[in-house]
Every structure is written in C-alpha cells, then in structure tokens.
DNA sequence: ACGTGAATACTTGTATACAATTATACAAGT
DNA sequence: ACTTGTATAATTGTATACAAGTATTCACGT
C-alpha cells in the first residue's frame, strides 16, 4: 500500500513539499523539460508526477506549462470544516475497527509528539501529528475514509508547522491527542469521535488565530 | 477546468466506469500492454490512465499488473456517512456565492431530470443527478469541496443508477432535488444545507432499501 | 504607432526502445 | 512429495524520438 521507490513519486513528494511550503510560489510556471534538465531525469517520471500534482490540484495546465495554485489560507480554513465533520467519524470507526497493535503504532506516535513538544521541534511534532491522524484514516475500516482525508491533511501541512511554532498550541494539540487516544484504547467510539471533532474544531481555532483569520461562522 | 481530449483521460473513464459498472470485476488483473494491444493504443497513455485509477483507489499495483479493486456495496455505505456530512455545506456555501446564471444552470438539471423521471430512463436520471451535484460542489466557492466530493459522488454511480430503476424512488429524489435548488434560488444558506443534508439521507435509505442492507447506526 | 501574419521556438502527447525488476515454469536433488 | 536453483518470460520504469498543437516573436504594411 506504501511504496514510493519510483522516480515519479520521489518526484511527486519533492514538489508536492516544494509547492506547499512555497519554494514553487503560486503562479510559477513548470514545464516538463526545465524540470527533468533540473532534476536530471527524463521528462517521463516529471510528467507522473505533474499528473498526480494535477489531480490533486495544485497545479493547473495554463497552456504554455503547468501553473502552481498551492493552497491558500481560506482553503485550509475550508479543509478544517471538512475535517470538522468526518474525522470523528473515522476516529469513532477506529475505535471500534482497529487491533490493539495498531492502537500502540497510534499511542506511540503520541509519546513521541510529547517528546518533540519537550524539545520544541516544530518540523518533528509536525511529523507525529501527520503520521497520528493518517494511522487513525488507515485503522478506520475503510480505504474511504483514508482516501478522502489524506489529501486534505496533508495540504495543510505548512499550516500545522507554523501552528505548532507556539508552545501553548502545541500543548493543547499533544492535549488533545492523549485524550484521543485514550478514548480508542478503551474502544469507545463516541468519546472518540468528540474528542477528534473537539481536536478538530480546536486545531482551526488555532490556525486562526496564528494566522489572524476571522473564525466566523459559515453563514 | 474540464478538458478530457487526450488518449489517457479517454481510457481513464473508459476503464473508470468498466470498473465501475463491473465490466472489469474485482479481482480481475490489468496489464498495460495487453490493454494497450486491445485499445490499438501504445502503453504510454494507457500507464496514465492506470495511475490515474490507481489514484482513485479504484485498481492496486499486485506485482504481477494492476488488480481490480472496484467498489463494494459497503464502501458505497461509507461514501454516504462523509457526504451526510459534508455535502449540506457546500449547498450552504452554493447559496451564497453562486452567481444567478449558476444557478439556473442547477436548475435547468432539475427540469431535465423531472423529464427522464416521466420516461422513466434511469441512465438519464442518473446523468442528471451527476449533474445537479456537481454543479453544486463546483459553485459552492472553493475547489476544496469539488475536489474532494467529486470522486466520492463518481464512485456510486452505478448503485445510484440501480436506485433509480425504481419509480418511487427516482421520484422521492426529484422531489428533493427540487426542495433544494428552491433553497437556493431563495438564497437561503440555512434551508439550502438542511434540504441537502435530509436528500443525503434519504439517499443512503433507498440505497440500503435497494440492496436490503442494515442502515444501521455507524456505532 | 499599431495591427497582421508568417516564421520560429516551446510544450506537450504519443510511440517506441531498452533496462531492470519480478514472477513463472521447470528441472534436479533430497 | 517438496524444496531449491536456474532459465525464461512478463511487466514495469525510464529515456528518447517524433509529431502536433500552441504561444511568441518579429518583420512588414498601413
């Protein structure tokens, strides 16, 4: 379920980075042929992994080249009142669904956020926080759920990072997390399905405020 | 936004919907030279279409070519939990920020829809429905929602198709497609997301009713 | 100065060739 | 009968060649 030998996807997850956290900023044009002379690869593997960027969309075909979108700050308050809604769901799937080995692959990543937290390494906690969530997708039962939130997780990494820049929203996060996975350890599912709804809720004020985004409402 | 001209994107939706409509059954094993051979196609487009499904979780690399993976009855289930939850907002978002000539377009798929509802051609109705939601995911203001519910909604076509075989049930449908671009049109957000999220509803209930499955609660 | 049109350069789409990895079949030894 | 080793076949990953379409440039006429 999880190989990334090839080219295209070394490629892919360098760009996918590379435009996230701005190095390619919004509006840069990329073509298969500066790509490939820059990486040293054929146009090929750039080509893969152009198509998947595309799919995924963050980039656009513009005619003379592929134009970067990345993800902007409204997208990423969008992406939490998505995630507001299902991550529960899954958690609550998770609880239920997932083995007590996969629960201590969870747990541990937790101990090793608390770590990090300790040291204050933003780019580490970040890190745990990605491979938590995504492990809780993949224990939901369902490749649905996984397929669904991964991408939207993974878009706003850059804003995780940033948030977790702040000692205080770090340890509200970490917080969160140990309440999270106490709940899937006791296998229930609705305490785990309000604790991840809360984290979630939370996780968007504290983008937020790190940002100073109006909350609002959505109507 | 919405060019498919090339060769992949052609053999991506054939394969898509064969997959989907179980021409290629679960299971069965694609390589990109036979379907190249049998396409009268080089491997090159046919690979893109391969990874593009593979994207979509739809077939997984098995070592020995591409297996079918399809979609089963309960990811069918699964697709509707996320879009109970999420599919209502980006009504309430439509409300807002689609412009009118938008709209009518929304509604110009109702009055069609109503129209194979009394020729009773499922094929069509279910043409219409794609339609009507996707043009709500695409004017609901940011591509986050497109993007993320348009291979959700793509996935269950075929049970949405089989659902609407049903005279009843393809007019319990209409009568709620109807109630929301009413909601609408009147531009109000509330009663936009609350018909939404009830169609929703209704719609994993015929599901179920068809397929005689639990509905069930999710725990 | 400004529009028009042709030539040029750029970019992608597709086909094909080759290399490398992996699966398969089959034979030999225990 | 079962494993092991080897040869063979199958399959994909990458590079490259070529064609087609598109944008750009620049010269020319007005």
Do not use: W
């Not at 919004?26 to 595309?54: C, D, N, Q």
């Not at 998505?82 to 998770?94: D, F, Q, T, V, Y």
């Not at 937790?110 to 491979?131: A, C, M, N, P």
């Amino acid at each position: 379920m999880y190989k990334n030998v090839s080219l295209s996807d070394q490629i892919f997850e360098r760009l996918e980075e590379d435009i996230l956290f701005g190095v390619y900023p919004k509006g840069e044009i990329l073509t298969e042929l500066k790509l490939s002379e820059s990486l040293g690869v054929s146009r090929t593997p750039v080509r893969e992994a152009l198509k998947m960027l595309e799919q995924e969309h963050l980039i656009e075909d513009c005619g003379k080249g592929m134009m970067v979108l990345g993800i902007t700050l409204e997208d990423a308050m969008n992406i939490y009142e998505i995630r507001k809604r299902i991550e529960g769901l899954a958690a609550a799937r998770c609880a239920v669904t997932a083995t007590d080995e996969q629960l201590q692959e969870i747990k541990e990543t937790v101990e090793l956020q608390e770590f990090y937290v300790s040291r204050g390494d933003s780019e580490k906690i970040k890190e745990q926080d990605t491979l938590f969530h995504e492990l809780i997708y993949k224990y939901s039962g369902s490749a649905v759920f996984y397929d669904t939130l991964i991408p939207l997780h993974r878009k706003i990494q850059k804003f995780r990072k940033t948030s977790m820049e702040q000692k205080s929203k770090a340890d509200q996060s970490l917080a969160e997390h140990k309440r999270i996975i106490e709940a899937l350890l006791s296998r229930d599912p609705f305490k785990a399905e309000a604790a991840m709804d809360e984290h979630a809720e939370h996780a968007q004020f504290r983008l937020a405020d790190t940002f100073n985004v109006e909350t609002g409402k959505d109507h």
